[in-house]
């Protein structure tokens, strides 16, 4: 009997080593998990902070452009334009950020709203402009042409510039890079 006690104590210690051993081995491989986790985070810590630091960087080009472009803008303020085409509230928009942000001296603008428009009524609309935008991804073909038949007629002292952007921010940016060409 004490040979079989014996030996049912050494299988239950044997056990048990092998139980701590087993626990060992997995709380060595949490801890190296948890510190790959901390390693990983100090890093995606690390390029959040970089990023941040980019985005400021950025916000302070941006601010520096618009600065400079209201600058350009405001210093030659005499600039005439009209833009054909786009959504009527759009147009309502880029009209008063040209006018009231940019000092544009006139924006003139014939929205998109599908109502034919004479001739005549373009032609008073542009005639002065030193430059006309048409917003081409909203634009009729019928404003196409009738203001083709202005520009032929020599009614038209300004140059007719394509847009291919869309919304207020788009349209109004396009018009400042192209507007001091």
Known sequence: ???????????????????????????NEYCEEIEKLEQTNKKKEQYRIQL??????????????????KNQCHSSNQVKVALIGGHPRACERVKNELENEYGFKQCRIIPNDNREIDLGKIQSIV???????????????????????????????????????????????????QAYR
């Open 52 to 69: 941040e630091e980019q985005v400021k960087q950025l916000k302070e080009e941006n601010q520096s452009l618009k600065t400079a472009n």
């Open 127 to 177: 005639e002065d402009a030193d430059q006309v935008f048409m917003v081409t991804p909203y634009n009729q073909h019928s404003l196409s042409n009738k203001l083709n038949r202005i520009k032929k007629t020599g009614q038209l002292k300004g140059k007719i510039r394509s847009i291919g952007r869309t919304g207020s921010n788009g349209i109004v940016r396009e018009i400042l890079e």
């Open 1 to 27: 009997m004490e040979t079989f006690l014996t030996e049912a104590y050494h299988e239950v210690a044997q056990s048990k080593a092998n139980r701590e051993k087993q626990f060992q081995q997995q709380e």
